[in-house]
C-alpha cells in the first residue's frame, strides 16, 4: 500500500460544486501539506498543516480551504469550484525540515 | 521574495551523451536544496537534498552539487528510463513550512 493515499484519482464537476479531496497517510508524520501543479507554473503551495490543530495559508489558499482531520488525514475543499482550479493536486508529507512524500495527485477537472 | 529558476525548460539528449541541469535560487537562509523525478502522471519522487554549499551526492547516474547560488543535477551517460521532469525545490525561510518549487527541466533521453 502506498504510504500517501489521495482520493479519487480524478474528478471531473460543473462550475459551482462543492468538491472535497482527501489524502491519508501511513508515515506517521506531523506535517502535511497540499499543493497544486499546472502546466507551465510548477507546484505551488496551497495550505499545510504542522499537526491537527496548526493549518496555515500557502502561496495560493484563496478559494480553498482544508481540514485536518486527524494526524493521518487531511482534506481539502473547494466551496464553490471555478474552471481555474482545473489542476492536478497533491498532497504530501514531511517531517520536521525534512523532504516531502508526496501522494499520486488527483487531477481536477472543473466544466 | 524567494525564488527558485531551473534552466533548460527542456533538454533531449542522446542514450549515453551526459549533461547537467541547473537550479538557480535565491532564498534568505537556505533551509535546504531538494531535488525530485516526476514521471507523467504521477507524484514528484525525492531523489536528493543538499544544505552547504560544497556539498555532493550521488545515486547511480545521477549526481547533485551546491554552490551559494545554484545547484546543477549531472547525468552521466544517460538511459532512457532517465527520461522524466526532474524539479528543484528550496525549503522556506523564516517561520513558514514546504518547498518551493522550479518549474522542472523536462528531460527526453533518446536511445
Known sequence: DADVTQTPRNRITKTGKRIMLECSQTKGH???????QDPGL?????????????INKGEISDGYSVSR?????????????IP?????????TSEANEKLFFGSGTQLSVL | EDQVTQSPEALRLQEGESSSLNCSYTVSG????????????KGPEFLFTLYSAGEEKE???????????ESFLHITAPKP??????LCAVRLGGG??????????HLIIQP
Do not use: H
Open chain 2, 96 to 105: 513558514a513550512d514546504g518547498l518551493t518549487f522550479g518549474k522542472g527541466t
Open chain 1, 84 to 92: 481555474n482550479q482545473t489542476a492536478l493536486y497533491f498532497c504530501a
Open chain 1, 30 to 36: 506531523d506535517r502535511m501539506y497540499w499543493y497544486r
Open chain 2, 81 to 86: 528510463e532517465d527520461s522524466a521532469t526532474y
Open chain 1, 69 to 81: 482531520q486527524a494526524q493521518a488525514k487531511f482534506s481539502l475543499s473547494l466551496e464553490s469550484a
Open chain 2, 30 to 41: 537556505l533551509r535546504g536544496l531538494f531535488w525530485y523525478r516526476q514521471d507523467p502522471g
Open chain 1, 42 to 54: 510548477g507546484l505551488r503551495l496551497i495550505y499545510y498543516s504542522f499537526d491537527v490543530k496548526d
Open chain 2, 59 to 69: 545515486k547511480e547516474r545521477l549526481k547533485a552539487t551546491l554552490t551559494k547560488k
